[in-house]
């Protein structure tokens, strides 16, 4: 409203409303698609998918644990995380590694979905190492990954304020290719590993670009030691350690237990963020299964009821020819 002091009449000035709806549907979808993008992305904290049980597959975040076993293994993996919550993240993986016989090569590839809300994330990657060895029976494996990863929302999945509105009739789908690299030392007993799964920065846009969200480089940091602690029980204390720029670190610390080599129980702490019961037993001598509850040690806790994680490992090596030194990570 506009005064005009001269004659003291009032004059009332409005927008056309075709562009005031205009404003107002560029404005809720700029909204609704960052707040979605930035979800999927987990932008603030978890921009990749994270396992309570990282240790059993490295493969995943570190191309360089590929074939370090000696013989070919498969992992599949399903969490399903802060059950309660709508939109809650679901991620699934499946993954297989080998050596090349009478090489130092070791490949594998790893798939994984991640479901957030609206949005689903799948990645597909090949991996490629190569290992050197030590006179002291200690090895270092180079890795290299390439893939990349599709990035789909779906809009017919929100409560919408104007279903018929054009802007939602078009879904997103985007495909980012990208590389990874890491290195991985270890002995009999021992594991030290730094990886980056993903070396190029990505940004996730709609179509008309009016909201973009950027996937930066995430650094881990992984370390494990077995100690026989009598002729029955071993202590396996492992970490990763998480760095990505513009988010705190994230530090995962599990102590688990392996009994008789057949059964395993222990406890992991996210730092700031979760506490963690772990089991898994050795099914056969080539079914390992394993499965991990986590608790929120954050006010999230009073909005979920945990965080559910189950996986199989299965190893393919030769059973007329057992593993004469069995690796325990």
Same mark, same amino acid.
């Given at each position: 409203?506009?005064?005009?002091k001269n004659n003291?009449?009032v004059?009332?000035?409005?927008?056309?409303?075709?562009?005031?709806?205009n404003i107002?549907k560029?404005?809720l979808?700029?909204l609704?698609?960052?707040?979605?993008?930035?979800i999927s992305c987990?932008?603030?904290?978890?921009?990749?998918?994270?396992?309570?049980?990282y240790m059993y597959?490295?493969?995943q975040i570190?191309?360089?644990?590929?074939?370090s076993?000696?013989?070919a293994?498969?992992?599949?993996?399903y969490?399903t995380?802060?059950?309660?919550l709508?939109?809650?993240?679901?991620?699934?993986?499946?993954?297989?590694?080998?050596p090349?016989?009478?090489?130092k090569?070791?490949?594998? %590839? $790893?798939?994984?979905?991640?479901? +957030? #809300?609206?949005s689903?994330l799948? =990645?597909?990657?090949?991996?490629?190492s190569?290992?050197?060895?030590?006179?002291?029976?200690s090895?270092?494996a180079?890795g290299?990954?390439a893939g990349?990863?599709l990035l789909n929302i779906?809009?017919t999945?929100?409560?919408q304020?104007n279903p018929?509105?054009?802007?939602?009739?078009?879904? %997103? $789908?985007?495909?980012?290719?990208n +590389? #990874?690299?890491?290195?991985?030392? =270890?002995?009999?007993n021992?594991?030290?590993g730094?990886s980056?799964?993903?070396?190029l920065n990505?940004?996730?846009?709609?179509e008309?670009a009016?909201s973009?969200?950027?996937?930066?480089?995430?650094?881990y940091?992984?370390a494990?030691?077995?100690?026989d602690?009598?002729?029955?029980i071993?202590f396996?204390?492992?970490?990763v350690?998480?760095?990505v720029?513009?988010?705190p670190?994230q530090?995962?610390?599990?102590?688990?237990?392996?009994?008789?080599?057949k059964?395993?129980?222990g406890?992991?702490y996210?730092?700031?963020?979760?506490?963690?019961g772990?089991v898994?037993f050795?099914a056969?001598d080539k079914?390992f299964?394993?499965y991990g509850y986590?608790?929120?040690?954050?006010r999230?806790?009073?909005?979920?009821?945990?965080?559910?994680?189950?996986?199989?490992?299965?190893?393919l090596f030769?059973s007329?020819?057992p593993i004469?030194t069995?690796?325990?990570?």
């Amino acid at each position: 409203m506009l005064v005009n002091k001269n004659n003291d009449q009032v004059i009332y000035t409005s927008i056309d409303k075709s562009v005031m709806e205009n404003i107002k549907k560029t404005m809720l979808k700029k909204l609704v698609i960052g707040f979605i993008v930035m979800i999927s992305c987990n932008a603030i904290a978890q921009q990749e998918p994270q396992y309570t049980q990282y240790m059993y597959n490295p493969s995943q975040i570190n191309p360089a644990y590929s074939g370090s076993l000696g013989y070919a293994s498969m992992f599949g993996l399903y969490r399903t995380q802060w059950v309660g919550l709508d939109g809650a993240p679901k991620t699934a993986n499946l993954s297989f590694h080998k050596p090349i016989e009478n090489t130092k090569v070791g490949y594998g %590839i $790893n798939i994984l979905n991640d479901r +957030i #809300g609206p949005s689903e994330l799948t =990645y597909f990657n090949a991996d490629f190492s190569y290992t050197l060895l030590f006179g002291d029976d200690s090895r270092l494996a180079l890795g290299l990954k390439a893939g990349g990863e599709l990035l789909n929302i779906d809009f017919t999945k929100l409560s919408q304020y104007n279903p018929g509105d054009v802007l939602y009739q078009n879904n %997103i $789908n985007r495909f980012s290719p990208n +590389i #990874g690299a890491g290195f991985y030392y =270890y002995t009999d007993n021992a594991y030290l590993g730094l990886s980056v799964p993903m070396l190029l920065n990505t940004a996730f846009y709609d179509e008309v670009a009016i909201s973009t969200a950027n996937r930066r480089q995430n650094f881990y940091l992984t370390a494990g030691k077995v100690y026989d602690l009598n002729y029955y029980i071993k202590f396996k204390p492992a970490l990763v350690a998480k760095v990505v720029s513009g988010a705190p670190l994230q530090l995962d610390l599990t102590a688990n237990f392996l009994i008789n080599e057949k059964f395993t129980a222990g406890l992991a702490y996210r730092m700031s963020a979760a506490l963690s019961g772990l089991v898994g037993f050795q099914a056969t001598d080539k079914l390992f299964i394993g499965y991990g509850y986590d608790r929120e040690t954050t006010r999230l806790s009073n909005f979920n009821s945990g965080s559910h994680e189950l996986f199989l490992r299965f190893d393919l090596f030769n059973s007329n020819q057992p593993i004469e030194t069995p690796r325990f990570f």
